[in-house]
């Protein structure tokens, strides 16, 4: 809600410009200035005539130093209030300085600690990083067990080598036999086949004496 007043701010500032010239406190009344200057004037025009009177001198006069006192009061007042607002002033200079010095102050602060913060969060990534490699590891198997497990691996791995160069032999073998094996058929099956086509050499060659037969007889093979 805004304010209304009587008189605007300025109007107000003039006021007070105008009291402090003048003494005046108040706006009723004549201004003390104004006063001392009458008495003054009274003084003055009393002393200038030609019949002035001695007594009547006197005390024009003292009312003007009465009036003069009732005025340099004030102004003795408004001096130690200039003094005092003067110092408060330097002061509040002195103080202005000293505030800026500590937000300066503060500022640089603020700005080492977000340095040391950063540094902060990353010393702890690493230490969580290296927590996680702490833990990973801890999981694993000892160095013992590790070691027989790979001696194990490797005495199979010997055993699966030998048993697979067995297996290579035996199946060579089996190779052969069955080659050998074949070479027989075949030549049973050429035999047989000669009987079809000539039947009567063949008999002929039964007719032939037991000891002829033992004697021409061939050895059977051996097959392994």
Do not use: W
């Not at 002035?52 to 004030?74: D, M």
């Not at 230490?127 to 000892?142: D, F, L, N, V, Y």
Request: proline share 4%; with cysteine.
């Amino acid at each position: 809600m805004a304010a209304h007043y009587a008189i605007s701010p300025a109007e107000d500032d003039a006021v007070i410009r105008q009291r402090l010239l003048t003494r005046t406190t108040t706006t009723r009344g004549e201004p003390p200035l104004k006063k001392l200057i009458k008495k003054f004037t009274a003084l003055a025009g009393e002393i200038d005539k030609e019949d002035s009177k001695y007594s009547e001198c006197e005390k024009l006069y003292k009312s003007f130093l009465q009036e003069l006192a009732t005025f340099e009061l004030p102004l003795l007042k408004t001096k130690a209030v200039v003094d005092a607002n003067r110092r408060e002033q330097e002061s509040f200079k002195e103080l202005h300085v000293e505030l800026n010095q500590q937000i300066s102050q503060a500022q640089r602060d603020i700005e080492d600690l977000k340095i040391q913060l950063e540094e902060a969060k990353i010393e702890r990534q690493h230490k969580e990083e290296c927590e996680k490699i702490r833990r990973q590891i801890a999981a694993q198997s000892p160095r013992l067990i590790t070691q027989k497990q790979l001696n194990d691996l490797e005495k199979d791995l010997v055993q699966l080598e030998a048993e697979s160069y067995a297996a290579a032999r035996t199946i060579d073998l089996r190779k052969k036999q069955f080659g050998v094996l074949l070479h027989v058929v075949d030549d049973l099956q050429t035999t047989l086949d000669e009987e079809q086509k000539n039947p009567v050499d063949f008999e002929a060659a039964d007719l032939v004496s037991p000891a002829d037969e033992s004697s021409n007889a061939a050895e059977p093979m051996s097959i392994n």
